[in-house]
C-alpha cells in the first residue's frame, strides 16, 4: 500500500486482496492497517470473502465493517447470517459473484438453492464476473446463459444484475451514468428484437 502512494497511478484507484491462509481458510482482519491507509488516501476497497466451504459469514463481516469495503468478491457464505446479509443491503455492499467457479472451487450445484441465488433472493446488490475467465474456462456470456439460468434467474434479474455491476464499479459518476444509459439501451433493443 506504502508503494502504491509513494508512486500513484492514474488507473489505480482501489485496493483488494484474495486472502486464503496456508490453512486455507479466511482472515481479512489482518489487514486493517492496509485499509486504513488506502481508505485514507482515497483508494475504493474491495476484498476476497465468503467463498469457500472454510469461510465463514463472519469474514464478510469484516471485510464491510473493518476493512470498510466499497465491495465485496463473492461473499457467498453471507447467507448463514442474516444479520450481515441486513448489514450488507443497508450499506448497498455490491457483491462479484462468480456462479461456474463455485462448481470448481466449492463442488456446489448450480440451482434454484444456490447461495448466488439466495443472495439475490435477499436482496443483495449481487454482479456477475468470471473470477479467472482462462482458469475456468468460461466468460461472461456462459456465467449469464449457463450460471444464471440455472438458478432460475429472470430477464429482468439478469438485467438488474448488469445494472449492479456498474453500480459496485470503481469508476467515477459521469462513467457509471454512460454505461447505464447504455446498458439500458442494449436492454431496450434485445427486448425490441424478442418480442413475438
Not at 482515497?42 to 469495503?69: M, N
Request: proline fraction near 4%.
Amino acid at each position: 500500500m506504502r508503494e502504491m502512494i509513494a508512486h500513484p497511478r492514474p488507473e489505480v484507484v482501489g485496493l483488494g486482496q484474495d486472502d486464503l491462509t496456508p490453512e486455507n481458510t479466511e482472515d481479512p482482519g489482518r489487514f486493517v492497517e492496509a485499509y486504513e491507509l488506502a481508505r485514507e488516501h482515497g483508494f475504493l476497497l474491495t476484498a476476497h470473502v465468503g467463498e469457500t466451504d472454510h469461510a465463514t459469514p463472519d469474514a464478510v463481516r469484516v471485510a464491510i465493517e473493518e476493512l470498510g469495503c466499497d465491495r465485496l468478491d463473492h461473499g457467498y457464505r453471507i447467507v448463514d447470517d442474516p444479520e450481515i446479509v441486513a448489514l450488507a443491503r443497508d450499506r448497498g455492499i455490491g457483491f462479484a459473484a462468480t456462479p461456474l467457479s463455485t462448481t470448481i472451487c466449492s463442488g456446489w450445484t448450480i440451482d434454484t438453492d444456490h447461495r448466488i441465488r439466495r443472495m439475490i433472493d435477499a436482496g443483495l446488490a449481487v454482479n456477475v464476473s468470471t473470477d479467472d475467465a482462462m482458469f475456468f474456462r468460461t466468460d461472461i456470456g456462459r456465467e449469464y446463459t449457463e450460471g444464471l439460468r440455472l438458478m432460475g434467474v429472470t430477464a429482468d434479474e439478469a438485467k438488474q444484475i448488469a445494472l449492479n455491476g456498474i453500480d459496485a464499479a470503481f469508476c467515477d459518476d459521469a462513467q457509471k451514468a454512460r454505461l447505464r444509459a447504455d446498458f439500458r439501451a442494449a436492454f431496450r433493443a434485445l427486448d425490441a428484437a424478442l418480442e413475438p
